[in-house]
């Protein structure tokens, strides 16, 4: 088989064997297919498409890359959770915690930051002393014993899918369905998933913006998944703004212990108890979802979620003084509220410039600065919210006044004050299914 070959076959929009796509993801993971022509045969099935069969094929060759987790010594179903990526999305901090607190046994295996969107694990890193490498009988033991372990994945886990995502991020073919099913699904099978709660981000703040494609995403990750022998839950969600108010990975943490005390922000919390209740269904907890909601709301009320992260974050050798305290979390050295100048409602315009003004301002974008875990966006007003001249709208938090400068201009150009009341979205695009 020649590489050559197979990039004509696609490029003319034909259909690849099994052999043919585990020749191309083995030849490039081993480093014996070069880079511009696998980047060549990604754009070609970016434009022309995978089918069903392909994307399954995709899927499977990434699994093989690496090795896979073994997590049948815990007893009874096992759920995993997975965003797409969005903006202010801690729904992992507070609907892990729920659920594991009414018996859902959680492996996550979580990623880092990547473009304007943040990462679980670089959230968790700000808490002091808090470990994301977890070894296997680690998070095992933490999983029997509280329910709930997020770790790092490691390197062995579809090592095919870091290396072709590096180069799709380089070569504009990210946003393609096939590529992204397989992306998700491969990690989730070699993590050891069986049942997993995937939330398909849609909106202005999402990798896939467009609502009818995030929805033809959401049917590709179960259809793929059923043919895998897995069972695929997915909502897709609102992201057209920050979900809740902090935008940064310490405020987020900050946001996570307040809504697990019952006093975060609706939006935040409503989602995040949608998913619990999801993830309670997965795991046979319950099988209705009344039941299943009553059960997380109870949770809530109770505080048994905090209870839970508090557990994690100390058998992950993290300060779980945080939980009482945040002023042990890392913060940033300035804040600069920035304010409405007239009268009129708050308008979210592009929900992925705050994210990357947050990015901005924590070092992960703009390059050559330290990491500064503290910094960030957190919103002081919801969209199509009715706001006052000199009413704040967000603040940006830093430390170095050169990353303010960009996130300032980044801010600005993704929010605005209107005169009408702009259309506001649902929180879940709920359908048919
Ligand atoms: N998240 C992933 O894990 N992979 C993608 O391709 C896109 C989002």
Request: proline share 3%; net charge negative; aromatic share 4%.
């Amino acid at each position: 088989m020649l590489p050559y070959e197979l990039i004509i076959k696609k490029r003319d929009g034909h259909t690849h064997t099994r052999q043919e796509i585990d020749f191309l993801v083995k030849g490039f993971t081993l480093g014996r297919i070069e880079e511009a022509q696998m980047a060549s045969w990604l754009m070609a099935a970016f434009i022309q498409g995978l089918d069903h069969e392909e994307t399954r094929y995709l899927t499977e060759a990434m699994v093989d890359s690496g090795s896979q987790l073994d997590l049948s010594r815990l007893m009874g179903a096992t759920v995993d959770k997975h965003s797409t990526g969005g903006v202010g999305d801690k729904t992992t901090l507070v609907a892990g915690p729920l659920a594991a607190a009414v018996g859902v046994k959680i492996p996550k295996l979580s990623g880092r930051a990547l473009g304007h969107t943040g990462g679980t694990l670089d959230k968790l890193a700000t808490i002091p002393g808090f470990r994301t490498s977890l070894f296997h009988d680690e998070l095992i033991t933490q999983i029997e014993e509280i329910g709930l372990a997020v770790g790092a994945q490691t390197a062995d886990i579809a090592p095919a899918d870091k290396k072709l995502y590096a180069l799709r991020d380089r070569t504009a073919t990210v946003e393609s369905i096939p590529f992204i099913t397989a992306s998700i699904l491969s990690k989730k099978v070699a993590g050891g998933a069986k049942n997993i709660l995937i939330d398909v981000k849609a909106g202005s703040g999402a990798f896939m913006p467009d609502l009818v494609r995030a929805k033809q995403l959401k049917k590709s990750l179960i259809e793929t998944g059923a043919e895998l022998g897995l069972n695929v839950k997915c909502l897709v969600t609102d992201m057209n703004q920050p979900l809740g108010m902090a935008v940064g990975n310490s405020l987020e943490i900050a946001e996570a212990i307040e809504t697990l005390e019952g006093k975060g922000p609706a939006d935040l919390t409503e989602l995040s108890l949608r998913l619990a209740a999801e993830m309670v269904l997965l795991g046979r907890v319950s099988f209705k979802m009344e039941d299943a909601r009553a059960l997380v709301e109870s949770a809530l009320a109770q505080r048994q979620g905090l209870v839970v992260l508090e557990k994690m974050i100390r058998a992950q050798g993290g300060d779980d003084g945080v939980i009482k305290d945040r002023r042990r979390l890392p913060a940033a050295a300035h804040i600069l509220p920035i304010v409405a100048e007239h009268d009129g409602y708050l308008a979210i315009n592009d929900c992925r410039a705050i994210g990357l003004a947050a990015a901005v301002l924590s070092g992960h974008q703009g390059g050559g600065f330290s990491f500064d875990a503290g910094a960030g966006v957190l919103m002081r007003a919801r969209h199509g919210e009715a706001v006052e001249a000199g009413a704040p709208l967000l603040e940006l938090h830093f430390t170095e006044d050169e990353r303010r400068v960009e996130a300032e201009l980044l801010t600005r150009k993704g929010i605005a004050v209107v005169k009408e009341k702009p259309e506001v979205w649902p929180l879940v695009y709920e359908d048919e299914d």
